[in-house]
């Protein structure tokens, strides 16, 4: 069965690009076509980079053009965690990825539905108010634009009964992911990169100082530099660490049919999108034609029927005390890490690749790719700390067996937290 999402059903036409049938030389090879591999060849031809970005399928094929299109600043770790793990300038980044997508968006005029109305983290039981209230105080301290929602409060911001507080995050917003990848290659081109679909990388190598991609046929492309952005989409043959270096877990995403006005006048107003507090919690938005879009973990082996969903459905059912017919159904893959932190990796000179974005890497992989291509073209540090490789995770083909037993387990903590 196929499962095709809302993003594809409601999405501009992708760009128009070749397919690479001849080898050719250039200086930064981007590998992947998702928000990091588009925003770093984007970033770097701006700063008079000659690059090239060879994409697998077409732009957004993996997690950015599937995912839930929640633009949300901020890592895992809360900002006073942060500033004592990675420093200061660390969190700084991190506050500002949701700003620096909305004004790559805004300066390039990328038609991608971009709603800047904040993002709000719900707590449906006690404990969850506790952690809520502290990171929202931590980002207060650092001046962000964030508020804290009692019961009534989140009531009248959601639509929703079931939660008892959360907090809401002005620099948040929402987009339609599809549409963002397709208006970022189209600006990428514009810059100057020369970008190649259907154009897998089947094996990279050193050349001299540089860099040798293959892809099939005997085309090769020579670079100086390379950027592996391939992240949980990457094949074990391109790069065996990167391949292993998340739990490549599923998410799974439903539409509902267009909203009745009663509805749409109550729940998400003003356009807030909303996460759960909980260990495996849902996260929600409305869409394109007025659809509610609803997100969760899902099974570790691809869904095979309608039917696989049936978790999913059940919390929206749940959630929104309601039946709303279900016309989309469809899932990607989010890379997990354990310590849920992202990694930056130089593996070897002029290689890096970025991965672990444990399902908040819309604003993030953008960031990144702006990061990314200042270290570059102009030398300029990176925000996070860079490791020297890329750390596999060990007994990797056993994830669906590890990452299920976790899953139960935090579902598990989750009923029993009063
Ligand atoms: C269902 C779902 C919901 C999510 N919801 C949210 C959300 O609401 N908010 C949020 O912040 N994050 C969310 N995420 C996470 C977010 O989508 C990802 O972190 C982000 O898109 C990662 O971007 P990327 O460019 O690193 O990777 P990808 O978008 O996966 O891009 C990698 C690309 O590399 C290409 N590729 C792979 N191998 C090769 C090769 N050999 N040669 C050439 N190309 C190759 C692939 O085809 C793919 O297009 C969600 C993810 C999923 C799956």
Redesign the pocket.
Known sequence: MSFQSLWAATANPAPDLPQLTESLRTDVLV???????LSTALHLAELGTQVVL????TPG????G?????V?PGLKDDPDALDRLWGPRATEFAGATAETLFSVVARLGIECDAVRGGWIQAGSKATHLPGLQSRMAQWQARGAPVAWLDAAAMETATGVRAFRGGWHDARAGKIHPLKLAHGLARAAQAAGVQIYAR???TGLTRAGSGWRAQLAHGVQVEAARVVL???????PG?DRNLARATVPAN?F?IATAPLSPEHLARLLPGGVVVSEARRVGT?FRIGPENRLLL?GRGSFSDPQDAAGFSRIEAELKRIFNADFKIEHRW????GMTPDHRVRLCEPAPGLLAATG?N???????VALGKAFADYLAVGTPLPIPIRPSIPALPFHALHPLYGSLGIHYYRLRDHLDP
């Open positions: 590998i992947g076509g998702g928000f990091q591999g060879l994409e697998s399928e094929f993996g997690a950015s599937r995912n839930g299109g929640q949300i154009s897998p990388v952005a391939s992240n949980v989409y990457t094949p391109l998410s995403q996260y997100g899932f990607g893959r989010v974005f399902g908040r890497g819309v604003a993030l992989a």
